[in-house]
């Protein structure tokens, strides 16, 4: 069985101060796992993934993860955030040999001016 | 990736009515999926849409309410039967490309009144 767990709904920074968003998984085989990112009023767009290989993920727009298997992570950050990466972002997890992901419950940046 | 349309992208409905989504991919894929996601909260799959089968669905979506076709691999629809307000929700549709990652539509926002 697989499960998501995504740390603070709801999450503000200021514009350039460091963005942290805290994903942690379950999974009874080698995962795989996603960022996605959801504009308002969009789809989702994949930020970035971890399969096999290099434990820390670079992204798009900045974003990077470290998948920790000790610590069962995969927390998401940028350096410095920008007024654009205010949207919703989603955890996601998948297994070796399945296609179906279980998501987290999302986390709603704010950036602060 | 893939290039993703979703007819309509937007619409008002009244309770008792259908709508049926369409999803269109620009290459052919085999894995697609379709997924509702309940205002402020995450992404749930409905089913897996199998190309010249019977959709596979997940615990809690049954096929009358929610009949799914897959004519060909680059074409899919969604049906939401005899809908309801708690029916209200985007519906996403989703393809695998790649080996493990998926890749959404921008979504249908459904309102039902």
């Known amino acids: 069985a697989q499960s998501v767990t995504q740390l603070g709904s709801h999450v503000s920074v200021s514009e350039g101060a460091l963005v942290l968003l805290r994903c942690n998984y379950s999974?009874?085989?080698?995962?795989?796992l996603f960022w996605y990112v959801q504009y308002p009023n969009q789809g989702l767009q994949l930020l970035l993934k971890?399969?096999?290989?290099?434990?820390l993920v670079k992204g798009i727009n900045g974003f990077e993860a470290e998948f920790k298997k000790s610590e069962t992570s995969f927390h998401l950050t940028k350096p410095s955030a920008h007024m654009s990466d205010a949207a919703e972002y989603f955890c996601?997890?998948?297994?070796?040999?399945?296609?179906?992901?279980?998501f987290g419950t999302g986390t709603r940046l704010k950036v602060l001016a | 990736s893939a290039v993703i349309s979703q007819k309509p992208s937007r619409d008002i409905c009244q309770r008792g009515t259908s709508l049926t989504i369409q999803c269109q991919v620009d290459?052919?894929?085999?894995?697609m999926f379709w997924y509702r996601q309940q205002p402020g909260q995450s992404l749930t799959l409905i089913a897996t849409?199998?190309?010249?089968?019977?959709?596979?669905?997940e615990s809690g979506f049954v096929i009358d309410k929610f009949p799914i076709s897959r004519p060909n691999l680059t074409f899919s629809t969604l049906t939401v039967s005899n809908m309801s307000p708690e029916d209200s929700s985007i519906y996403l549709c989703?393809?695998?490309?790649?080996?493990?990652?998926?890749?959404f539509g921008p979504g249908t926002r459904l309102l039902v009144l």
């Open positions: 290459s052919q894929v085999t894995m």
């Open positions: 971890y399969t096999t290989g290099a434990t």
């Open positions: 999974s009874s085989v080698p995962p795989y």
């Open positions: 989703s393809v695998v490309v790649g080996g493990e990652t998926q890749y």
């Open positions: 849409a199998n190309q010249g089968s019977e959709a596979t669905y």
């Open positions: 996601a997890v998948s297994g070796t040999g399945t296609y179906k992901y279980i």
